[in-house]
């Protein structure tokens, strides 16, 4: 632990990618396998399921310290991080636990720790703390608790792992993709060299993502060398057939199996074996169009959806992309060639397996017309594809862009503001926003970005100075402040007090130049949700 | 309220039966003054009573001409009708704690203060009180200092690896306090020289000529225009980032020395490459334990996290009420 305590530091400390690539690849190298295994796991963003609750995690930190829950609960929101709260609370260990290696905690101590009864739970959390220099019982608590939050990505520790090896990061990518798991043995097997018995059978590839287009479309050239599809705004996937079998994954490469059996049907009637890119999308039939997202989110959680939801809530899988035919990678061949395969491939099979229908245009300025109907087709807008282009790994620029349409706007009255955590905690940076309903104000999107800092620190200050009422770490303040938010879509939602959800809202601007009674009204996005 | 020794006033905090304020914002008749640091030694008063330790600093701030009185630590004045002495608060060179006693009753201001020992001033020195005034910047458990021998280690680490690194490491902290404290508690460890931002000179020269011993310094001005400042520490006021002065320090790492970089959303929030933790307040314990000191029967809490203070005093029984003192805010002096 103590040893993965000071990589933790080191990569806190600096906020490049090549500094923090090169300490999580001299770590690797310098751990026993074991802990390097799980430190890539950790750092890539893998967890282990939850151990203790933030309640349990309180409930030892008053048992060690003494101190008052409302302290305690006063010194969380200054800091923002339970984890580091609960380091900077405790009474400094003894370190005698300092040196059990990180294997030993992920494999052992912490499995057993989700066994035990709440309150050996909470005894065993304070023994440990007794243990543990401040920097260990920070870390301890991060894995406890989930993210980590250093700022390193999955595809850094694939390049630092790469970087150690010698190996190609993609290669790296694709044996590390699906569900990895560490263990003693787990980084050779990553790293030995590609030979051609490589098994990665059970494995989604990496996928290829798009980068926002920020120049005017004429600039990509000859339109004849593009293809543009909708942007569809679903669950991108891959659906993999092989050897018969059928499996779909999400592109944060969790397993999907069970969820959507309507799409798996589809596959598994397929004439042959492929591993297919595709979006899934609740899907309306007799419009011949998508759903909103929400009817969709009533499927993502259901592992086995009933008769009643599979038919108010069908979907289905728009295909994208072949990524691989009867078992051969196809990821090297041009996109038309691949789309062309695909269209063979599931020419005919069950609606429920569809392919994305390219948009066609004689020109640029036709497809920019084109694009405008975004929002009727339920999309995002279009995606630009150069027919040319291989299958990449991860998000490079030049292939593949994202072209979506402008968002929404409206302006609204700041309600609540609550601490942010991270790089935010400690200040008021997640912002609750309202509209008019008849003369009453009612919240209808949450927003976290958009401002700058010195705008986040003035508004921080004015929150403190002016709030009306504190639930927990909430506070309502005064309604003076309209700020301008951009957002995806609206839909109506019986989830919210509104009645309506906005998606992606975000902060445009703030809107010192209005006041609150030039806010926007809730009939007004109540008649956008039903359009 | 209504204390024969205790007033707030607009002016700032006033003693009825002494007629006189303590640290005025505005200008007044007359005044006793805690510390050096400008959000409590502010120009324009009749007349001011202080430390003599702080005396050099205090001409500095209030100007040459002003009137001043110097005092040492422990020696009892009149004003009025009130018996004052200046008693040692830790914060900075020359900082005082303000004992007044009157018809039997004692109250104490403590003023900025810390308990942490520091080269550059005297300690901290506990007065029993009836009434205790305490500062509360740091208000709250999660602020403990580490041992200064520890931070000294990092920061000379620091410097080592951007020696190594062949680039600039420049350190931002406040002018008047910290800046010397760092000087001096380097000194034991290493006789490298340290480059100092302009805005320091001249405290740093009053520091040395009231004795305190710190590294050998030279003012970056002085420095060969197009110098290399590769493997060089420099010492800045937080107002010199982002400003064109910091150019000549190419591809520089930089640090913060201050008592908020105890908490990591901080350290990354403020963008510097590193944080110190370094105040000259007290630190949460550094609080409580001087409430206990004073023995006080009442506790008045001044600015900063003041609320939950006061909650966490009266869970320990203590009667403790805030006292708002109007500050104006001073770039010198935060944490």
């Not at chain 1, 074991?34 to 203790?52: I, M, P, S």
């Not at chain 2, 024969?4 to 700032?12: I, N, S, T, V, Y």
């Amino acid at each position: 632990m103590h040893r993965f305590a000071t990589l933790y530091t080191e990569l806190d400390r600096t906020a490049s990618t090549l500094a923090k690539r090169g300490a999580i690849a001299s770590y690797l190298r310098d751990a026993p396998a074991g802990d390097a295994a799980w430190a890539a796991y950790v750092l890539g963003g893998g967890k282990l399921r939850r151990l203790a609750t933030s309640t349990e995690l309180r409930q030892a930190l008053a048992a060690s310290t003494g101190y008052a829950d409302w302290l305690i609960d006063e010194s969380y929101e200054q800091v923002g991080d339970l984890a580091e709260t609960i380091a900077l609370m405790l009474p400094e260990g003894d370190g005698s636990l300092a040196d059990e290696p990180l294997q030993t905690w992920m494999e052992q101590k912490l499995p057993a720790l989700a066994k035990l009864e709440s309150a050996d739970r909470v005894a065993q959390l304070q023994a440990w703390w007794r243990a543990l220099r401040p920097a260990q019982v920070f870390l301890l608590n991060k894995l406890i608790t989930g993210s980590l939050r250093v700022g390193v990505s999955h595809r850094l520790v694939v390049q630092a792992i790469a970087q150690w090896s010698g190996q190609p990061t993609d290669l790296i990518a694709h044996r590390m993709s699906g569900q990895w798991k560490p263990a003693a043995d787990a980084l050779t097997a990553l790293t030995h060299a590609a030979g051609d018995d490589e098994h990665l059978a059970d494995r989604p590839y990496p996928f290829f993502l798009a980068s926002p287009l920020e120049h005017e479309v004429e600039m990509l050239g000859d339109m004849d060398e593009w293809m543009a599809e909708w942007k569809w705004d679903g669950i991108r996937a891959q659906l993999m057939r092989r050897d018969g079998h059928v499996g779909l994954w999400s592109r944060g490469e969790e397993r999907l199996d069970g969820r959507f059996p309507e799409i798996e049907e589809a596959a598994a009637a397929l004439k042959s074996d492929g591993v297919i890119d595709g979006e899934i999308l609740a899907w309306d039939a007799q419009e011949k169009l998508p759903r909103p997202f929400t009817a969709l989110q009533k499927r993502i959680g259901k592992l086995k959806p009933g008769a009643k939801l599979l038919t108010s809530a069908p979907v289905c899988f728009m295909a994208y992309d072949l990524l691989e035919h009867n078992g051969s990678d196809l990821r090297e061949q041009p996109l038309r060639e691949r789309r062309d395969m695909l269209a063979a491939l599931i020419d005919g099979v069950d609606p429920a397996l569809m392919l994305s229908p390219p948009v066609v245009a004689d020109s640029w300025t036709a497809l920019t017309v084109e694009r405008q109907q975004s929002r009727q087709r339920q999309t995002e807008g279009l995606m630009l594809k150069r027919l040319d282009s291989p299958y990449r790994v991860g998000r490079k620029r030049g292939d593949w862009w994202k072209w979506k349409v402008d968002p929404y706007t409206l302006d609204a009255v700041l309600l609540y503001a609550q601490p942010g955590h991270g790089r935010r905690s400690g200040l008021f940076t997640d912002y609750t926003f309202g509209v008019w309903d008849g003369d009453t104000l009612v919240p209808v999107a949450k927003a976290y970005s958009g401002l700058d800092d010195k705008e986040i620190g003035q508004l921080d200050r004015w929150i403190r100075a002016h709030t009306t009422d504190r639930f927990g770490p909430v506070r309502a303040v005064e309604a003076t402040h309209v700020f301008e938010l951009a957002f995806e879509a609206v839909q109506l939602s019986a989830r919210h007090k509104s009645g309506v959800a906005t998606r992606f809202p975000r902060i445009l601007r703030w809107r010192t130049d209005k006041s609150i009674a030039d806010a926007d009204k809730l009939d007004d996005l109540r008649r956008l949700a039903s359009g | 309220m209504s204390d024969p020794l205790l007033q707030p006033r607009p002016e700032g905090l006033y003693c009825p039966a002494g007629d006189f304020f303590i640290d005025p914002m505005l200008p007044v008749a007359r005044a006793v003054v805690t510390h050096a640091h400008g959000d409590h030694a502010r120009s324009g008063s009749g007349r001011y009573q202080v430390a003599a330790a702080g005396i050099g600093l205090m001409r500095e701030r209030l100007g040459q001409d002003a009137l001043i009185d110097a005092h040492d630590y422990g020696e009892t004045f009149r004003m009025g009708e009130v018996e004052v002495s200046l008693h040692p608060a830790g914060h900075v060179l020359g900082s005082a704690q303000v004992r007044m006693a009157y018809g039997g009753r004692v109250v104490v201001v403590s003023g900025d203060y810390k308990r942490d020992p520091d080269p550059t001033c005297v300690p901290f020195e506990p007065v029993s009180c009836d009434v205790f005034v305490t500062e509360s910047t740091f208000g709250l458990p999660v602020y403990r200092w580490p041992p200064m021998t520890q931070v000294i280690d990092d920061l000379l680490a620091w410097w080592d690896d951007c020696a190594q690194k062949q680039i600039p490491a420049v350190l931002f902290c406040y002018a008047l306090g910290k800046a010397q404290r760092i000087l001096a508690e380097l000194a034991p460890r290493t006789e490298r020289m340290v480059h100092l931002h302009g805005a320091m000179l001249r405290l740093v020269e009053s520091y040395r000529e009231a004795g305190v011993r710190m590294v050998p310094t030279e003012p970056v001005s002085e420095s060969a225009r197009g110098r290399n400042f590769a493997g060089e520490l420099i010492l800045a006021p937080p107002s010199a980032a982002g400003s064109p002065w910091m150019k000549r320090f190419s591809k520089a790492s930089t640090g913060f020395a201050s008592g908020w970089m105890q908490i990591r959303g901080n350290r990354r929030r403020r963008g510097y490459d590193r944080g110190f933790v370094v105040s000259d307040h007290a630190d949460w314990p550094g609080l409580i334990r001087s409430v206990e000191d004073s023995q006080a029967s009442r506790i008045y809490v001044t600015h900063g996290d003041g609320d939950t203070l006061i909650r966490h005093l009266r869970d320990l029984g203590h009667d403790a009420q805030s006292l708002h003192v109007l500050r104006g805010t001073d770039n010198e002096s935060g944490g």
